[in-house]
């Protein structure tokens, strides 16, 4: 009897670790789906700047959205500073998704530093970077580039800032790095896009009509679309589909043009993209430039005490 319990008992044991191990492997396979995303630029394209200066998110996210972006005027070398990508958010608007239902929009970005400058690793940052940082998964555009950081897609209801932890060169160590002004690179989105890759378009768009004539018929579909009958001048009949999720703009009767959207356009989100400049302080220059101000300023002190003296002196000479 006590043999039989004790077999039973690690059974339970191996199933019950076989159960959590199972459950790491889903999370991480989730983990890997959602930090996947910018390796639809990341393998199409080997910089994602092009000699315009568009960043290549542009072609497939074809709305334009405002972003805005914070970081210091200037940094010292070895030094570890934030940069702030700011994602307005639209907390009741809801994209759609691929199966067609609606849900929260995602947002990415991808940070272009200048050359020498990195994601500072976790050891050099402060509790408080630690902190805006928890939970963001930042990765490098490739392993050639490691000056490019991208995150994404993330939830934006959570996420309308997001804090990149960066680390300045030393140019006394990174010798293709020098003190000067440089510009930094933002892009981010919110929502999903347009096109794929490839050129395909998404679900993310507005249906236009294949055909001129008038509504013949509009027939539900078991999935959820809609089956759209279109009676030409020529009395020819052509039958178009549309998906779930999108919202028609026709009615029986109604007579359309070739090209004349049909349905609303359910994309809510977009693409933005800014820069600013930064300065790469030279430490040595800075200390030159405060003891250049003191001793301006104390010389500026001397001539006031004797100016003062000066004055006191010929007031007591018109006294005698």
Do not use: W
């Amino acid at each position: 009897m006590k043999h039989t319990n004790s077999k039973q008992k690690l059974k339970d044991i191996i199933n019950f670790c076989q159960a959590i191990f199972t459950l790491c492997i889903i999370c991480l396979y989730q983990a890997n789906i959602s930090n996947s995303y910018p390796i639809y630029a990341q393998q199409t394209y080997e910089n994602p700047r092009e000699s315009t200066g568009r960043i290549v998110c542009a072609n497939c996210h074809l709305a334009q959205k405002n972003i805005y972006i914070e970081a210091p005027k200037e940094v010292l070398p070895n030094t570890v500073f934030e940069t702030v990508v700011k994602i307005p958010y639209e907390f009741n608007k809801k994209q759609i998704l691929g199966n067609g239902s609606k849900g929260d929009l995602n947002v990415g970005a991808v940070v272009i530093l200048p050359e020498g400058f990195k994601l500072a690793p976790k050891d050099r940052m402060d509790e408080k970077l630690l902190k805006k940082t928890k939970n963001l998964y930042f990765n490098n555009y490739s392993q050639k580039l490691d000056n490019i950081i991208v995150i994404g897609p993330i939830t934006g209801k959570d996420n309308q800032e997001i804090t990149f932890p960066i680390l300045a060169p030393d140019p006394q160590i990174n010798k293709n790095t020098h003190f000067l002004k440089y510009s930094i690179y933002v892009g981010a989105n919110k929502g999903r896009g347009q096109l794929y890759p490839s050129g395909e378009k998404s679900n993310n768009n507005p249906i236009p009509s294949n055909a001129e004539g008038r509504i013949e018929k509009i027939k539900p579909n078991e999935d959820g679309g809609y089956e759209v009958i279109i009676k030409t001048k020529d009395d020819e009949t052509i039958s178009q589909y549309v998906p779930i999720g999108l919202n028609l703009t026709i009615k029986e009767g109604q007579r359309i043009k070739a090209g004349e959207y049909i349905t609303t356009d359910p994309n809510v989100g977009g693409f933005g993209q800014s820069e600013i400049e930064i300065v790469l302080q030279n430490p040595t220059r800075l200390i030159s430039f405060i003891f250049f101000s003191i001793s301006v300023l104390i010389s500026q002190l001397f001539f006031v005490l004797k100016k003062k003296q000066f004055e006191k002196v010929q007031s007591l000479n018109q006294n005698f």
